[in-house]
């Protein structure tokens, strides 16, 4: 068996017996599959918080597995030792949370994932000016090595913090460059594809291919290195004998349970058996 749901934000009470009682017949060879903001490897080292809910994970009866999104630590996650697991690298977390690579492919229960974490955060503008936002997205990141920092940060925490106006978030402590995949991360993902034959049976990742984000929010989230390089993935597997060499792809990122095309769904809350 093989479930799947959305970000979890470091709260990952749905999988709870009481909401999630599907578990009862699950042992660790099932699967559950966060797309993304996992969110419990994110303090500077494992805090108290952290330990008891990965450890209450660790005590379920299925494996959880995720792949990364934009509001982890990848300080922390990319210093963690990498492990060959089901066919992919991962870092484990514990022994049965585990961080599934980008651009790596398993097998999970007889099924063929490809795993691609990363997205560009939504939530960073800070004081940013929107012409400079169109240039680099992530423009307004506060970086503690800048000399207007303590300033700039003055500035914003008199803001709302969580307004849509001015969101912030600061370099190595809340934000981490490496949310967007390296080329190297992309060429990994293309070719272990290829040595699959471009046919798997699912895809997980955070950000979604961009046709398939341009169909669900109506042109809201424009492209981006990551989207476009999904897109590219997207069509690498369907091109394949012109039929989708894929079941289904599932991302997370944009907080919603929606089904977007015949295959490309996304997913927040919902926890959906897929396999
Ligand atoms: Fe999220």
């Known amino acids: ?154 500035k914003l925490k008199k803001l709302n913090r969580y307004s849509y106006t001015h969101p912030y978030r600061i370099k190595g402590t809340e934000w981490w460059p490496e949310e967007l995949a390296s080329e190297e991360e992309k060429q990994n993902g293309i070719e272990n594809l290829r040595k699959h034959g471009c046919k798997v049976d699912f895809v997980f990742s955070h950000e979604g291919p961009s046709s398939a984000v341009a169909l669900g929010w109506g042109g809201s989230f424009r492209p981006n290195p990551q989207s476009q390089y999904l897109e590219e993935v997207r069509q690498l597997l369907r091109d394949q004998a012109f039929r989708p060499a894929y079941k289904a792809w599932l991302f997370g990122h944009y907080h919603e349970n929606r089904r977007l095309t015949d295959r490309e769904i996304c997913l927040y809350e919902q926890i959906t058996r897929i396999w």
């Open 1 to 154: 068996m093989i479930f799947a749901t959305g970000d979890i934000h470091s709260k990952p009470n749905r999988l709870s017996m009481e909401a999630f009682p599907e578990q009862k017949e699950m042992t660790r060879d099932d699967y559950v599959v966060i797309l993304g903001d996992f969110g419990l490897v994110w303090t500077k080292e494992e805090d108290k918080y952290e330990k008891n809910w990965l450890d209450w994970l660790e005590d379920k009866s299925f494996t959880t597995v995720f792949v990364d999104g934009n509001h982890e630590n990848f300080s922390r996650l990319n210093a963690m030792p990498v492990e060959t697991w089901q066919g992919g690298s991962v870092h484990k977390i514990r022994p049965h949370v585990i961080h599934l690579m980008r651009g790596e492919v398993f097998t999970l229960d007889d099924a063929v994932c490809f795993a691609f974490g990363g997205a560009p955060s939504h939530d960073i503008s800070g004081l940013a000016a929107a012409e400079e936002l169109e240039q680099n997205y992530a423009a307004g990141i506060l970086d503690p090595g800048d000399k207007d920092f303590d300033a700039k940060l003055s």
